[in-house]
């Protein structure tokens, strides 16, 4: 990977508070609006990183939480970094942990200096400040670094709400000086504030003065309702800068992800198309598809004849619902490329769409088609 080339964001084109543009890193360019597959152990689970790569993912990402427990940062340099680990050569984006300590491990604690907690895998107990946070993305090689953050499930007190914010912004200060000057490398902060706009607006406003080089916004898709989440994005979209990339941590159904592409998002990563895959769920352009269900038993259709994606063209669906009702491993794999290729067409007709000025055109007929679904 050569440092030569910065890290930057070029927007092509608007279609209201809809953005298509491109980020540039050392180890390739991601289009946006993007969908980033998520790898959290370093696999995106049940698929080749070359399938992956093949269905028009720009950039997959990777967990610190999880990694820094097993194989262990250290042990991950020592074995060239993150990128050759699991033979991905484009950009990954890391999570900062924050969020998984929060939610997977026991006995954690939260103070100014970071958090405290036990891994979920062995017991032993780990200390996770913004600067250590820093450390192991860094050892991990990760192009796309997520500054250390207290995600508040909702809902939340206003007063739990703000005392996270604040902590939040000033670890997001302190992962600054930790990351230094990488040009070919992003630091995104991360907006929190919960469901509360003043807390938004003020974290926004904060982080941007930080001059980094993306911003995410956090602290959503964590039980809220859909209009609240969007809500959250309209109340924080005016405070960011235009000229930097957007994510939004977590997100989401293709629904969530065309509404918020419509409010200003440019980034967005969800485990829903990998978990629903293994479960026998299929994402089509007619909908969501069950394939557990009785009624596909002998349907000799495919998912989805026009798909460019083999898993949604060759595969009767009676075939299908047979490998998930046998727990056959080859069902995870097809509905999982299946899915991951539905969301990535979805992508590319939204960056296609805001190009040509008609994606609330899309929007529409993207959810008349589900409409017609269930079939
Ligand atoms: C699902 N909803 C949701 N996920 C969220 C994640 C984890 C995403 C990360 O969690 C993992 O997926 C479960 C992936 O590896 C991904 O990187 C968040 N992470 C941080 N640091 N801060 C947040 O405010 C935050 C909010 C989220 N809301």
Known sequence: MTDSVPFGFNLLAQDDTARTGVITTPRGTIRTPAFMPVGTAATVKAMYPDQVRDLGADVVLGNTYHLMLRPGPERMARLGGLHRFMNWDRPILTDSGGFQVMSLSALRKIDEQGVTFRSHIDGTAHHMSPERSIEIQGLLGSDIQMQLD????????????????????????????????????????????????????????????????GYAVGGLAVGEPQEVMFAMIETVEPHLPAAKPRYLMGVGTPDDILGAVARGIDMFDCVMPTRAGRHGLAYTRHGRVNLRNARHAEDTAPLDEASTCPA????????????????????????????????????????????????????????????????
């Open 150 to 213: 207290e995600c508040v499930r909702l809902p939340a007190d206003h007063a739990a709400i703000e005392k996270a914010m604040h902590l939040s912004l000033r670890w997001a200060e302190r992962c600054r000086v930790a990351f230094g000057e990488q040009p070919g490398r992003a630091l995104f902060g991360i907006v929190q504030g919960g469901d509360v706009p003043a807390l938004r607006v003020e974290s926004a406003r904060a982080l941007t003065d930080l001059d980094l080089k």
């Open 312 to 375: 949604a063209r060759d595969y009767s669906r009676a075939y299908l619902h047979h490998l998930v009702r046998s727990n056959e491993i080859l069902g995870m794999m097809l509905l999982t490329w299946n899915n991951l290729a539905y969301y990535q067409d979805l992508m590319a007709g939204a960056r296609a769409a805001i190009r040509d000025g008609r994606y609330a055109d899309y929007c529409t007929s993207t959810r008349a088609g589900w409409a017609r679904s269930e079939r």
